[in-house]
Structure formats: C-alpha cells, structure tokens
C-alpha cells in the first residue's frame, strides 16, 4: 500500500455549461502521486490546472473519472467516512492570500475553525497547543498573530497563516495552488522555503499548481505540463528542463525570462 | 471605524439622518412633550381651521391634526418597521438559502420569487388585508412584509452566488465548516452593508403601503397612522372645502420621512460604493 500513490486521478473531466457553450476545461487528465513527492502541475491561465486542484479538493464534482486516495476512490469515501476525514488528511493553500481569511474574524478563530474535521474534537488546550505549532512552523510570531485580524497583516504574512492552518490538522497532502503568485517577490522565496521545509520535516507530500516553470523546477521532483485541459507532458524536472518534448513545453521554457534561464540550467 | 468615520463626513448620510432623527423625536416625544390632548380627543367642531388652541386646526371629527400627526408618524414608522424587519427576514433567508444551494433548490425558490414578483403587491396587500380579520398595526406590517422580500431575496441570492464562489469559503470548506455555519458566518457578514441597505428600502416602501392600503380604507382599526388620517380627510371632503390642514400635514410627513430615509441610503452607497464617494 505504502508504495502505491497517495493520490491519483484517472481519466478526470469537466465540462462547464452545457450544448453549444459546453466548455472542455480539464480533458482526460491522469496523473499520480507518490508518498513524500513534491510535484507541480504547470500551465497558463485558463489551462483547467485550478479546476483540476478543485476537484482533487473534492470542492468540484468532475463531470467524468476518478480521484483516488490511496487507492480508495472520493465517491466511495464520501459515502462511507464523509469528505472530513477526507480533508484531515488533503489541505489546500489558496492563491489569494487576501481572499482566502475570512475578513471579520481573528487568526486564532480562523485557525480553530480546522478543527470541525475531527469527530471528536481535542480539547481546547490541545487545539490552541498545535495552532501556536503550526504557526511556530511557519515561522510567525505566535503571541503576537493569534490576535490579529487578516486587515493587520501583511499579504506574506497571511500567506503564512494560510499555510498553518492547513497543518493545524496535520494532513498527509498538501495541495498548493499558486501560492506565491500573490505575494511581493521578496516573501516569495520564503514562502517556497517553508513550503519545502515541510517535505523535509513533516515528510509532507505537495503538490504545487502554478504557472511559473521556474518557480516549478525550483520546488518539485516531477513535473507535469497542463495545455488547454490536457497533461501533455510529464517527467523528472530535470528530464523535462534539459529536454523539452513537446511544443508548449518549449514555448514556456522560451518564455522564462533570459536571467532566470541562466539561473535554472 | 473608518466606514463609521466616512459615514459621519457624509453630508447626504448626515442630513438623511437628522432629519430621522427629528421625525423620530416628533413622534416618540411629541405626544408628551408638545400636547396634552389625546389622539382620540374632540377639541373642537368640523374642520376648525389652525388657531392658537390647535395649531394645524382639527379634523372632520373635531380632533387635533397636530396631536394625530405625532401618534400617526409613530404608527406609521411602526409598521414601517415591522414591513421592512419581515420583508428583509425573509428575503435574505430565501436569497441565501437559494444562492447557497444553487442546483434544484435555487431553482425551485427563485421560480416561486419570480412569480410572486410578477403579481402585482397591491393586489396581494388587498386580498390579505380583507381577508385578515384582526388589523392591528402589527398584523398590517406583516402582511406588508410578506409580499414585499422578493426583490431582496433576488438581489442577496445574486450576492451569494458570487460569495460562495470566494477563496474563504473553498478554505471553509476544507475546514470542515458545515452548511449552516458556512451561510450565517461565512456569508451573510459580507453582506451587513447590503442587507442594511435593503432593510432601510423595505422600511421607506413599507411606510408608503401603509399610506396606500389606509387610505383605500384597509387601514388598522382604532389606530391613527399617516394612512388614515389622509383617508378620514378624503372621505370627509377636505380637498373640496379647502380644510387643508386635514391633508397637508400628514401628505408632509409622508414625503420627509420617506424622502429622508433615501438619502441616508443613498449616503451608505457613496460609503460602500468608493466610486461614488465625492472626493474634496
């Protein structure tokens, strides 16, 4: 069991709308996990990769196929554990660090709210305990944050809470969608580097959506090319950096700025 | 506070509100302060026109105008409110609940708004009003109400849609946070603004049926309000014997309450709407 994929889709579809405005948004999209990989899904605006990570979340009904949690598919769990225990082990990290808190509540609450996940809830003592771990993890001031309202922090700063919050259940995956694209480039990199230390630490697996190859090749072990629904590439991040098989993947690659190619090969 | 800041530099909010207030003080003091007669008290003949005795004359029962004015304001803002706190009531319920759950619910609760939108309120308001024995002010601010929430209930199912679709909302979720909880916490704060908003239209809109259902006739029993006193002084003839003071008045307060209260509304919308905040 340990060595099969901690998540999997298989022949994932969804079209939006119906008749002559149905539109093919993810098309056919299979891909799989393994235990403590870092991998990312790359593709453009519009390419269906947030759709994709919706329904991986369970937020999103795919019209056609499958996601697997260890190998048990979502419907099937639903129907026998609900979507909680779902997510106590699968969290997500959002792209809008100001859209994701909700505005009139306090850290603290929003933080405690992850706590709903479990049947029978630890006891407060406990909750507060891991909320100030998630957020010592992430490298906040806790006596400092749990007061706060989202209006008083910084975009990196609530990116960071966002981040603790996921871990405040501690999930086995973490799906990451455009976490940094938000943020100011100079918490960027310490965003990625929380992230990634929690591969090391917590022996989380992550899965990085985002439009940024780069940023893609910097973070994950294997990669996988999303173009207009489909997954047109897939491979070690090495393999598909040095060579590029298909069309769009060379046209991302030529579009990374020169500086940065420089910095990538 | 800072909305609390804006809203007090705003002079159509301002002015909107004093002149509530004022109406508010007249009706809610007035009966105490201003006379010593009672509403229902003769103090003279037909029409007796405005004098030192009684200062917008009396009416067609020989009654002071200026005392009834006070007790009918209050009558009137009375079932203004309730109106406006049942319209509001069930207009966010359905709008959310509709917006929330989308698929076959939402379908089934915005068929049934937008019938009720199709026919026409007045001759609900009338249907009901007939057909409810015991009209009190109470009872008649509730009929109002009830067929006054579809508009709301339209307007805060489109907001909720698109809320629903919000970043907190996914991470709510993800949360654990159950339906119920998701509406009242994750949706409807984002909405206060709005919702007071619309509280403040039903409550004007509710003054205004009140007005027209009285002066039909339908109006509460043993009660002044705004809408009777101008039904007495249409039955009576007061347009014809020149008895202005029997109409002017109440027509009056009809107008600056209701004209008030919009411009308070419209103040928030300069609050809550930047763009149209007038920049100095």
């Known amino acids: 069991m340990s060595d099969g994929p901690i998540l999997a889709v298989e022949g994932l579809t969804r079209v939006f709308g119906s008749g002559r405005h149905a539109n093919l948004a993810v098309d056919r999209v299979d891909l799989a996990i393994r235990p403590g990989e870092v991998v990312a899904l790359i593709g453009e605006s519009g390419s269906g990769k947030t759709t994709v990570a919706r329904m991986l979340l369970g937020l999103l009904p795919p019209t056609e196929g499958t996601v697997r949690y260890r190998g048990v598919d979502l419907d099937t769990l639903r129907r026998r554990e609900g979507m909680r225990s779902y997510w106590r082990n699968v969290q997500a990290v959002f792209q809008d660090p100001f859209g994701s808190l909700n505005a009139f509540y306090s850290v603290r609450r929003c933080m405690l709210n992850a706590f709903k996940l479990f049947p029978r809830r630890p006891p407060r003592a406990e909750r507060i305990a891991r909320v100030r771990e998630a957020l010592d993890i992430v490298g906040l001031d806790v006596d400092d944050m749990l007061t706060k309202h989202p209006h008083q922090l910084s975009g990196g700063q609530r990116q960071r809470v966002m981040i603790a919050r996921a871990l405040v259940v501690q999930p086995g995956v973490l799906i990451a969608d455009e976490p940094t694209s938000m943020i100011d480039a100079s918490s960027r990199a310490a965003i990625l580097n929380i992230l990634l230390d929690l591969r090391t630490r917590l022996g989380l697996t992550v899965m990085f959506i985002t439009h940024d190859i780069g940023m893609a090749y910097y973070t994950s072990d294997r990669l996988f090319i999303m173009h207009l629904g489909r997954i047109v590439e897939e491979g070690p991040a090495d393999d598909i950096i040095r060579d590029p098989q298909h069309e769009y993947t060379k046209r991302l690659l030529a579009d990374v700025p020169t500086l940065s190619r420089e910095w990538i090969l | ?280």
């Not at chain 2, 005392?67 to 706190?85: E, K, N």
């Not at chain 2, 929430?149 to 970043?167: G, Y």
Request: aromatic residues 10%; charged residues 10%.
């Open chain 2, 1 to 280: 506070m800072e909305l609390l800041r804006i809203l007090l530099r705003s002079n159509r909010f301002m002015a909107g509100f004093w002149i509530v207030t004022a109406v508010l003080a007249f009706a809610l003091l007035g009966p105490t302060l201003l006379t010593d007669v009672g509403p229902f008290q003769r103090v003279g003949g037909l029409f007796n026109p405005p004098s030192r005795d009684a200062l917008l004359g009396t009416d067609n029962f020989g009654r002071d105008v200026f005392t009834q004015l006070m007790y009918g304001t209050r009558t009137s803002l009375y079932i203004g409110l309730v109106a406006g706190f049942v319209a509001t009531f069930i207009g966010v319920t359905i709008g959310t609940l509709a917006g929330y759950a989308s698929g076959v619910i939402e379908e089934a609760l915005m068929g049934v708004t937008n019938v009720l939108i199709t026919i026409p309120p007045i001759v609900v308001l009338i249907l009901l009003s007939v057909a409810v024995d015991a009209r009190t002010a109470t009872t008649m601010g509730i009929i109002i109400g009830v067929t006054a929430w579809p508009w709301t209930a339209r307007a805060v199912r489109a907001q909720t849609s698109s809320l629903r679709t919000r970043e907190h909302v996914a991470i709510a979720r993800i949360s654990g946070v159950g339906s119920l909880e998701m509406m009242l916490v994750e949706i409807l704060p984002y909405m206060f603004s709005y919702i007071f908003m619309a509280f403040i239209l039903q409550l004007t809109g509710g003054i205004l049926a009140e007005a027209t259902l009285s002066m039909l006739g339908l109006g509460p029993f043993q009660t002044v309000s705004l809408g009777t006193l101008l039904h007495w002084s249409l039955l009576w003839e007061s347009v014809r014997v020149g008895a202005w003071w029997a109409f002017i008045p109440a027509t009056v307060f009809l107008s600056i309450t209701t004209f008030s209260l919009i411009l308070m509304n419209a103040g928030m919308d300069e609050i809550f709407n930047p763009t149209l905040r007038h920049t100095r």
